[in-house]
């Protein structure tokens, strides 16, 4: 346990005591900036002569299961491992608060199986918070909010598919910058990797076509897992896309795989070729029910250009190789050649232009030989695409 400097549940006001004995002993409140918790007490502690308190950050929803007895107590305490819980040790004259890091609850502070709440209260509970920072407070989640709006006539309007697929982009954008950094377009997602940086739909704005997003896990208190990470990049390539003049270095796209990058540019492709514009906003909760919220709007224009300046932003290399294998295909009138490799580390097929020295010669085909090829490579630095070309410079039968 860390013990803390600062009171973080200071100024509470009660929602439903469901134990009482001389005072409230198990109960749901709220502390001074809107987070809900539930309290229990726990144990008494001889040496200290003091109450031990529990107390666990809880969703709304959690209470309202709580209450209908769709929950336990012991399964809303094991749910709130990974969240903001604190131990309190009450004396007479003060109350010390721990910080419980996560799976660190003493097995003697969880409730038995089938403990139920008694609570016959009828009084209707509040409904579930629009505002982000009252979200990211509550829930414990990272958010994720994005909103489309789109240009012409019908701005009341939008194509059904493109709001799918776009749901769909922005999910794999998410997974993939959670892969590592040199992770291609074939590459998979690792089944941890894809449940834990899954979002879910939590509500909708329909005046902007807006949605958001909640993370599928709760957030770490140092906001430093893969899903914080892979939501920080995200905003990265949306605030670089929202800028007049994005930055387009290479170095700046170092960090982000080939995967994410192409994703990245399908998404931004469709809105460009949508006419639509938008804006996104990511949130992050900090301990100390603070939390961090980051905005980027782009326009039609941002797109447009966007798009432009990746087209351009390329790389090529050039290098001759050696290929042994068979000649199957020389086609004076297309120039065109086709050799089946030999080699595992080349590619099976090899195809390309004959250069034009060679344009007259004749081969018997098929034919065994040995080629020399003029590999080319080029290299998007923005989207990572890569096209590569051959060019046959020489083949010596054997």
Sequence with gaps: MIELSFNPIKNIKILHIYEYYDEPITYSFYNDV????????VDW????SANVWLYIQVELNEIIKLENKELTL??????????HSYIGIETDNKEDFFLLEPQSIDVNYIPDEGSYIVFEN?????SVPKN??????KNNRYVLEISFEPEGKHDHEIDSRFLGNALIDTQNIISSLALPSTSNILSRYPEEIKKATQMKVTDTFAASFGIRLESNVHANILSDDIVSKSLQKFHLLFDNLSKDEPNMNKEFYSDFNAKSMQKFNDLVEEMSE?????????????????????????????????????EKNVSEKTENITVNGVLYMHDHKSKMFKIFSDSKEDELVIKGMVNDNLSDSVFIIPSNGSAKIKKTTTINNVTKKEKVTYVLLEFIET
């Design 45 to 48: 502690d001889e040496e200290k």
């Design 132 to 137: 982000m920072s009252e979200t990211l407070i």
């Design 122 to 126: 009828e009084k209707k509970l509040l």
């Design 34 to 41: 809107g987070s809900l918790f539930l309290a229990n007490l």
């Design 74 to 83: 012991r399964e809303i305490t094991m749910d709130a491992m990974d969240k």
């Design 274 to 310: 949508k006419n639509i514009s938008g804006k996104i906003k990511i949130g992050t909760p900090l301990p100390g029910a603070n939390t961090n919220i980051k905005e980027s709007t782009f326009t039609v224009k941002n797109l447009k250009d966007f798009s432009i300046l990746a």
